[in-house]
C-alpha cells in the first residue's frame, strides 16, 4: 500500500525530533495554544518527515541501494518508480506547511518555516545539495533539525530575539551531531562519490569536529539546567570513542543512543517549562 511505503519512507524513529524542538521554544516562552499552532505541530511530525527524507531518499537513491542502516525504522530503499509518488507528497505537504505559517501573519514563524523548508530541501537537491558541501552540511542540519522549528515554536510565546541566545546556541551541538552521523554512513557514501563530511575530511575528523563542536556548546554557552550539560557530556565521550576506535558498526550504535538521549532530555525540559508556567 502507498501508505505504508510512505510511512516506512518518512523514518518513524525521526517523527518525534522537529516536534519536540517546537515544543521546546513554546512550551519555554509559554506559547498560546491555537489550532493553527497545534496543526503546525501535527504537520511537523509524519508529515514534514515525508518531505524532508521523501526529497532525501530521491537523491541519495544510489548510496540507499548499499547502505545497510536503510531498512525499517530508519527508513527504505526507495525504488525508481516510487520517487514521482514520493515528489508529489513532498509538494503537497511543502505547500500546506508554507501555508499554516502565513496564515499566521507572524514575521518570525514565517521565518522559521522558510528556513526550515529551505535547507530541508536544498540539503539533498541540486543545484545546492548541501550533503555534499561540508561543513554547510553539518550547519544546515543545525538549522533544519532545531534552528528553524525552535523559531517557530518560540514564536508562539515571544519574539525569538527576545530569547536568551543559550536556546539557540544548542544548534552548534547539533551541527555536531550531524557530523558525527557521518561516520555511520561512510562506506556508502565513499563508494558512490557523496562528498559527506566523513568522506572528505575522514571519520576521525568528523568525530573530532563534533567533539569541538560539543565542548564549545558546554564550556561556552552558559546552560542553565543539569539535564543539558549531562547530554553534552555524553556526546563529547561518544566523540572520543570514534576518534579512537572509528567503526561504522559502533558510531551507528552511539548515534541511535544520541537519537534516544534527545528525546529524554527534551521531554524533561518541556515537562520542567510546562510545570513552571502552571
Request: charged content about 10%; hydrophobic content about 55%.
Amino acid at each position: 500500500m502507498r501508505i505504508v511505503l510512505l510511512l516506512k519512507m518518512s523514518r518513524p524513529v525521526s517523527w518525534l525530533f522537529a516536534p519536540l524542538v517546537f515544543l521546546l521554544g513554546f512550551a519555554c516562552y509559554r506559547g498560546v495554544l491555537t489550532p493553527v499552532s497545534l496543526f503546525q505541530l501535527v504537520m511537523l511530525s509524519v508529515p514534514y518527515c515525508m518531505f524532508l527524507y521523501g526529497i532525501n531518499d530521491i537523491y541519495d537513491f544510489a548510496s540507499d541501494q548499499i547502505n545497510p542502516r536503510k531498512q525499517h525504522l530508519v527508513g527504505i530503499r526507495l525504488e525508481p518508480s516510487h520517487h514521482s509518488l514520493v515528489k508529489k507528497v513532498a509538494i503537497v505537504v511543502g505547500v500546506i506547511l508554507l501555508a499554516s505559517s502565513l496564515i499566521t501573519l507572524n514575521l518570525m514563524n514565517i521565518f522559521g518555516m522558510g528556513l526550515l523548508l529551505f535547507f530541508s530541501y536544498q540539503y539533498s537537491a541540486p543545484p545546492l545539495r548541501l550533503k555534499e558541501r561540508p561543513p554547510l552540511d553539518s550547519i544546515s542540519n543545525g538549522v533544519i533539525y532545531y534552528l528553524a522549528p525552535i523559531v517557530i515554536g518560540v514564536s508562539y510565546g515571544t519574539i525569538p530575539f527576545n530569547a536568551p541566545v543559550q536556546l539557540y546556541l544548542i544548534t552548534i551541538a547539533v551541527m555536531g551531531i550531524h557530523s558525527f552521523s557521518t561516520v555511520t554512513d561512510y562506506s556508502a557514501d565513499k563508494e558512490v562519490g557523496d562528498k559527506t563530511f566523513a568522506v572528505v575530511f575522514g571519520k576521525r575528523a568528523a568525530a573530532l569536529f563534533s567533539l569541538v563542536v560539543f565542548a564549545i556548546s558546554y564550556f561556552f554557552a552558559g546552560y542553565q539546567g543539569t539535564v543539558i550539560n549531562w547530554y553534552l557530556l555524553l556526546l563529547m565521550i561518544f566523540s572520543v570513542i570514534i576518534i579512537v576506535y572509528p567503526s561504522e558498526r559502533l558510531a551507528t550504535v552511539l548515534f541511535y543512543t544520541i537519537g534516544a538521549a534527545f528525546i529524554v532530555v527534551a521531554a524533561l525540559l518541556i515537562q520542567m517549562w510546562f510545570n513552571f508556567w502552571s
